[in-house]
């Protein structure tokens, strides 16, 4: 670990970070900043690496953090994922209707409230263990696990498809 | 993620999905799923929304990598954000060294410590009185009591000796010690090993203050602070896993 990593290494998380970046901006030129940024800032701090472990925890655990402090710089008001663990959060928007509009699972997936799609999508898409994913989000185990779990219900009852032959309605 | 016995909770379904159980706790989960299987239609649904949201995943990947996002591209802005920052360090240094050749030729009292490493002689006096493993303590720590007075006395500070016990040191003892700002002293401690760490304390000719620093120096690793009345450095053997602890440990001591 006390090489500097190698080109190649980093360039494999690229898609990956790219992926995660829009699904956190929805724009495709500010994600693709964040994951300039990112890389920036990796190659000038690999040395950290050594107590991080591996690579791609790491990554997305700088991307994630540069996004944050970008938030907590543009847009002061709104900032903040909630971190209880409690509250049940409003689906972002709250129609019946737009689950027939649902075209995919990822449409599903960016309704949910942030906190849950975040956690949901490093640990679904991305591949994730839970303990990496706290460490990113930097918030405990438990929270992860909750967030989870409520963020796979609701995009379950979003998603309501026939297969299960489940039809719970969202409220 | 979930303890690994008791009844099967939430936590073990979302682990048992994402496959982060150890195979102990999986074959319990998959005999509840047999025995309840509407939570494993559940469990189904929520795998297959996974699987879907991976491929739609892969399909939002369509757009073209951008040149700015290759490593060759990332290597170059990197290399010229540092030499950017390069030139303001460098700028920066200039100020500082004319700021110093200033001073030195307008100091009346021109010491030659400014040219010597913080601590150096902390390092000295560690491989001349703690380093021999018999240890040349001036005074043995039976004697704890006259070691102070006497080191007191000669700082002309009260002074503690660190108890650095709960470490797993024994205290040997401590000498008198001429630094190169005036009277020092030195508190010498041996780990289980028979490697010595030391604490070394003195007198400042300038009240200087700074914060935790540290520096190697060959074999020999230091960590020091100045507080305006004593310098202080904790010396060991730069392999010794014990130094940085025992530097935690005087640091609060001497606060």
Redesign the interface.
């Known amino acids: 670990m006390f090489s500097r990593i190698s ?2 290494e ?2 494999r998380h ?2 990956a970070l ?2 995660f970046a ?1 699904s956190l901006t929805r724009d ?1 030129d500010q994600a ?1 900043d964040l ?2 940024d990112a ?2 800032k990796a ?2 701090r690999w040395a950290q690496l050594r107590q991080t472990g591996s690579v791609r925890p790491w990554l997305f655990q700088i991307l994630f953090n540069i996004f944050r402090a970008g938030r907590r710089k543009s847009r002061p008001d709104e900032i903040d994922m909630p971190t209880d663990t409690d509250r049940d959060h409003p689906i972002a928007t709250g129609h019946l209707d737009d689950r027939i509009a649902l075209r ?3 449409d ?2 960016l309704r949910l409230p942030e906190d849950q799609r975040v956690v ?2 490093l ?3 991305e591949g994730l ?3 990496e994913v706290s460490r990113i989000v930097g918030v405990p ?1 438990g929270t ?2 909750s967030r ?2 409520r963020g ?2 609701k ?2 009852e979003l ?1 309501d ?1 026939p ?2 032959g ?1 039809l719970r309605r969202v409220k | 993620m979930s303890d690994s016995t008791g009844p099967i909770g939430e936590d073990d379904l979302q682990s048992y999905v994402d496959n982060q159980l150890d195979p102990d706790r999986r074959r319990d989960v998959e005999a509840y799923l047999t025995i309840n299987p509407d939570t494993r239609q559940g469990l189904a649904a929520i795998a297959a929304d996974g699987a879907a949201l991976g491929r739609d995943a892969d399909e939002r990947l369509s757009s073209p990598m951008p040149t700015r996002l290759r490593m060759t591209e990332i290597r170059r802005t990197s290399r010229s954000n540092s030499i950017i920052q390069l030139k303001q360090v460098t700028a920066g240094l200039v100020l500082v060294a004319l700021g110093t050749l200033i001073g030195a030729t307008f100091s009346t009292q021109a010491t030659n410590r400014g040219q010597r490493a913080p601590m150096a002689d902390a390092v000295s006096a560690h491989r001349v009185f703690a380093k021999s493993p018999e240890g040349s303590v001036e005074i043995d720590g039976t004697k704890r009591v006259i070691l102070l007075s006497r080191i007191a006395g000669h700082l002309g500070h009260d002074i503690a000796i660190p108890d650095l016990s709960r470490l797993g040191l024994t205290f040997l003892g401590g000498r008198l010690l001429a630094s190169d700002e005036g009277p020092g002293g030195i508190f010498v401690y041996a780990e289980n090993n028979g490697q010595r760490i030391a604490v070394y304390v003195k007198t400042l000719a300038d009240g200087r203050r700074s914060l935790f620093g540290s520096r190697q120096d060959g074999d020999v690793i230091a960590y020091y602070w100045f507080d305006g009345r004593l310098g202080y450095a904790v010396t060991g053997q730069s392999d010794s896993t014990l130094v940085t602890h025992a530097a935690e440990l005087v640091r609060v001591t001497y606060q």
């Open positions: 080109d190649s980093l360039e690229i898609p790219r992926r829009w495709h693709d994951v300039q890389l920036l190659v000038s995919s699972a990822l599903g997936l949901l999508e640990v679904a898409i263990t839970y303990d185990l992860v696990m989870l779990s796979r219900s995009l379950r998603l498809t297969a299960t489940q």
